[in-house]
Nanobody, 123 residues
Framework: QVQLAESGGGLVQAGGSLRLSCAAS????????MGWFRQAPGKEREFVAA????????YYADSVKGRFTISRDNAKNTVYLQMNNSKPEDTAVYYC????????????????WGQGTQVTVSS
């Protein structure tokens, strides 16, 4: 089992920045690829970003490319999502997820999920 706990959400004005963190426990963190997903009210959960086990490969949704950065610190068992130039359409609950074998955008391939953290971007 892997337990994931997101933090860092909150209210930010459009154009502002937030850094989300996801702390993992329970298994060897570096054995898992990590992803960030988000879900806005009335919408399906969507992919935001993913990072490989070593951090050498990253993937982004087109909607956040150039504004968000995913990174990880395997010594701290933590994955981050730096959100810059935020937009009102970024408002959602953000979830981190862990996958033993997969790095990518398909949420069905992830094995473990956190409880989510709310991000609200005001215009």
């Amino acid at each position: 089992q892997v337990q994931l706990a997101e933090s860092g959400g909150g209210l930010v004005q459009a154009g502002g920045s937030l850094r989300l963190s996801c702390a993992a426990s329970g298994r060897t963190f570096s054995n898992y690829a990590m992803g960030w997903f988000r879900q806005a009210p009335g919408k399906e959960r969507e992919f935001v970003a993913a990072i490989s086990r070593s951090g050498g490969r990253t993937y982004y949704a087109d909607s956040v490319k150039g504004r968000f950065t995913i990174s990880r610190d395997n010594a701290k068992n933590t994955v981050y999502l730096q959100m810059n130039n935020s937009k009102p359409e970024d408002t959602a609950v953000y979830y981190c997820a862990a996958s033993r074998l997969y790095t990518g955008s398909d949420p069905m391939q992830y094995d473990y999920w956190g409880q989510g953290t709310q991000v609200t971007v005001s215009s």
